[in-house]
């Protein structure tokens, strides 16, 4: 729900003026939390927009932010496409942060649009130039869908071949290497975690965080004292728990840590 007090309060009128002066854009939705009477905004959420354009239309605000411009300065972005539509995240001064969906207009009535969730409450139609779009609107939550074996097969064989290299980068005294690639072991080990979340949950959306926050304390590191041992020590923990986690998330899975203890313990005494 949106707050009365929050920047989102003044962005939100002017962001739909803005697209409604252009005659090549045929509506602007209001999605996410600001469209769930339900949920309580605070000054951390996001605005996430939708927003149905002119086919030829979408490439000019997707491909240059200068639009942006009088909603503050730029503090960073990212660009997503799917086959329907494109999305661009903004972060702009005073953490005011957006997610628009440019949908162009041949996508709005397409079966596939419906199947993918494109068109899903709740979401506010602010105004619409095109007749009938409740009508496409989908009340029914979008299903979960499980990541598939042959892309866990691929992280896991990922994972203990980046293990291997930064060992070796760690003994060839090549720490800028070593410690990247111990960083991302750690990260690899996260993403398997917030696979198991996913199923747990049956849902890969959580806005409230708090579960599994307890396996982070295990990878701090204090490159103060030894930082090629702590690399090490590092890559260890990483090695261990995830090969514990990969047990529980993919069927068939053969431990692998055993044929990896061995050559750490043989790096750390070098």
């Known amino acids: 729900m949106l707050d ?11 962001l739909s003026q803005l697209f409604e002066n252009d005659s090549e854009a045929k509506a602007f939705l209001l ?4 469209a769930n009477p339900e949920i309580e905004v605070d000054c951390w959420s996001d605005m996430d927009v939708t927003v149905i354009l002119a086919d030829e239309a979408v ?16 503090i960073g972005a990212e660009r997503h496409e799917s086959q329907l539509a494109k999305t661009v995240r903004v972060c702009l001064e005073g953490f005011k942060r957006f997610d628009f969906v440019f949908v162009p207009e041949s996508a709005v009535g397409d079966s596939l649009a419906q199947a993918s969730g494109l068109f899903r409450r709740p979401c506010l139609i602010l105004w619409s130039r095109l007749p009938n779009l409740e009508a496409q609107f989908v009340s029914s939550p979008l299903s979960y869908q499980d990541i598939s ?20 980068k760690v003994v060839r005294n090549d720490l800028l290497i070593g410690f990247h690639l111990a960083l991302d072991l750690s990260r690899d080990y996260l993403l398997l975690q917030m696979i198991r979340r996913d199923r747990e949950k049956l849902t890969h959306i959580h806005r409230i965080g708090g579960w599994g926050n307890e396996v982070v304390h295990g990878f ?4 103060l004292e030894n930082a090629p041992l702590e690399i090490l020590n590092l890559i260890a923990h990483s090695c261990e728990t995830f090969d514990e986690l990969a047990l529980e998330v993919l069927p068939n899975y053969v431990a692998r840590s055993q044929l990896m203890r061995p050559i750490i313990e043989m790096a750390r005494k070098l």
């Open 220 to 223: 701090a590191c204090n490159m």
């Open 59 to 74: 490439a000019r605000y997707t491909q240059s932010l200068a639009w942006l411009h009088p909603f503050g300065r730029l």
């Open 4 to 14: 009365s007090q929050g920047w989102q309060r003044d962005t939100l009128p002017q």
């Open 149 to 168: 074996e042959p892309e866990l097969e691929r992280i896991i064989n990922q994972f203990w071949f980046k293990a291997a290299v930064a060992i070796a």
């Open 31 to 34: 999605t996410g939390s600001l």
